[in-house]
C-alpha cells in the first residue's frame, strides 16, 4: 500500500508539474483622449489597447467610433473633482453636486460617447474619496450596463468598494506609465508593469496620448511575447461572474429626473 501510495504521490506531482503556468495578461489604457487631433496616433497601437475617452471634446466621438471600427474597447473617461481643484472639463463630476445633477451629468457624457463599455475617472482624487457621489455614478453605471476601472488617483479611494455593493463589475490600475514626460522614465515603467503582471498573473496599466508615451508603447509592446505576457482587452480581466452580470439586461431603473438643465452645476 505505501508504495502505492508514493507511486501515485509521484505521479500526481508529474502531472501537476507537466501543466503549463497560465500565460500572465496585461492590460493597457490610453486616457484622456479627445481634445488633440494628434491623438490620433493612438489608433497605431494593437487594438488590445483600450481607449479612454473625455466627453464633451472635440475629436472624442470621432476617436470613439474610429476605435470601434478596429474592434478596440472604449471607455467613457468621466471628469472628477480632485484635492488639487485642477480644471475638469465638461462633463465633471463635483462633491457640490446633488444625486439628480450627478445622474443628469452623467447621462449626458455616457450619451455623448458611443460604444462604450465602462467608465474610469479622470482625475478624482476628492471624488473618489466619497461614497455617496460614487454610490450615484454607480447607480448611473448599473442602470446603463457598464462596469467600473478606478484609476487610483488617490490611496483612499471608495470606489470599488462602493461599486461592489452597487453590484457593478470594477477593477483598478495598478500602475501609471507617464507621470513624467520622459522616455527613459516611461520605460522603466513599462518594465515595472511587465514585473507586476508575471507576479501577479495581470495587470493594468494607464498611460496618456503623448508622442513620448505613443513611441515607447510602438517601440515596447511587441517585446511582450518575449516575456510571454499576453496583451488583452481590458474586459478580459472581469471574472467570469462580472462579465455574466454585464450581458445580462440590467434591471435597475434612474428615477425620473425632473430638475430643469439649467440647474446643472457649470461644466
Known amino acids: 500500500m505505501r508504495i502505492f501510495f508514493s507511486l501515485l504521490v509521484a505521479f500526481v506531482s508529474t502531472v501537476a508539474t507537466a501543466q503549463p503556468a497560465s500565460q500572465p495578461k496585461l492590460a493597457i489604457v490610453i486616457d484622456d ?14 487594438k488590445q489597447v483600450t481607449f479612454s475617452v473625455l466627453p464633451h471634446t472635440p475629436y472624442g466621438r470621432t476617436l470613439a ?39 443628469r451629468t452623467l447621462q449626458a457624457s455616457i450619451a455623448d460617447i458611443p ?40 490611496r483612499y479611494s471608495q470606489a470599488e468598494t462602493v461599486a461592489k455593493t452597487r453590484g457593478v463589475p470594477t477593477l483598478h490600475r495598478h500602475i501609471f506609465l507617464d507621470n513624467r514626460i520622459d522616455e527613459s522614465y516611461i520605460e522603466q515603467q513599462f518594465y515595472k508593469m511587465i514585473n507586476l503582471s508575471q507576479r501577479n498573473g495581470q495587470a493594468i ?15 515596447l509592446i511587441p517585446t511582450l511575447k518575449q516575456h510571454n505576457i499576453e496583451l488583452v482587452d481590458l474586459s478580459n480581466l472581469l471574472s467570469e461572474t462580472q462579465l455574466a452580470s454585464l450581458n445580462q439586461s440590467s434591471e435597475a431603473t434612474l428615477d425620473d429626473q425632473s430638475e430643469p438643465a439649467d440647474k446643472l452645476s457649470p461644466q
Not at 483622449?33 to 494593437?46: H, M, Q
Open 115 to 154: 460604444h462604450i463599455i465602462g467608465v474610469n475617472n479622470h482625475m478624482g482624487s476628492l471624488l473618489t474619496q466619497k461614497s455617496e457621489p460614487m454610490s450615484w455614478t454607480m447607480e448611473v453605471l448599473k442602470a446603463n450596463n457598464l462596469f467600473f476601472l478606478d484609476s487610483r488617483t488617490s
Open 205 to 219: 496599466a494607464i498611460g496618456h496620448p503623448h508622442p513620448t508615451t505613443m513611441r515607447v508603447l510602438k517601440r
Open 65 to 103: 467610433e474610429l476605435g470601434n471600427k478596429q474592434k478596440r474597447e472604449i471607455l467613457l473617461h468621466v471628469p472628477m473633482e480632485s484635492i488639487n481643484n485642477l480644471l475638469l472639463g465638461p462633463g465633471a463630476i463635483t462633491t457640490n453636486m446633488d444625486r439628480n445633477n450627478v445622474i
Open 33 to 46: 483622449l479627445g481634445y488633440r487631433a494628434t491623438d490620433k496616433s493612438a489608433l497605431e497601437l494593437p
